[in-house]
């Protein structure tokens, strides 16, 4: 599985950014993706996850009603759409995908065996 990651870039507070995770796979549908997100000193956090069934789930409280994940499985792709942008949501932003089964929704870096390259979101006061 390859993940192409892209749609960061500067914005400045208030604004709209959509990242998109192209992956390169035949069941794309079959994978869980997610949305990590990591600044310089800090632990990679789960941003929001789109499971494999089309459920989802927000793992960063502060991005709830904000951001919006969801996936096109006839392109391959994931989207994360980023509205009301705020400073502290400066970070490279990664998707992720693993192999989808039943309903738990995994959160935690390590659960995840694919990684895009990371793209850069830079939110200015």
């Known amino acids: 599985v390859q993940l192409q990651a892209s749609g960061g870039g500067l914005v400045q507070a208030g604004g709209s950014l959509r990242l998109s995770c192209a992956a390169l796979?035949?069941?794309?549908?079959?994978?869980?993706m997610g949305w990590f997100r990591q600044v310089p000193g800090k632990e990679r956090e789960c941003v929001a996850i789109?499971?494999?069934?089309?459920?989802?789930?927000y793992c960063a409280d502060s991005v709830k009603g904000r951001f919006t994940i969801s996936r096109d499985n006839a392109k391959n792709t994931v989207y994360l759409q980023m509205n009301s942008l705020k400073p502290v949501d400066t970070a490279v932003y990664y998707c992720a995908a693993r192999w989808g089964s039943g309903s738990y929704f995994y959160s935690k870096p390590y659960d995840y065996r694919y990684w895009g390259q990371g793209t850069q979101v830079t939110v200015s006061s």
């Open positions: 796979v035949r069941t794309f549908s079959s994978y869980d």
């Open positions: 789109k499971s494999w069934n089309g459920a989802d789930t």
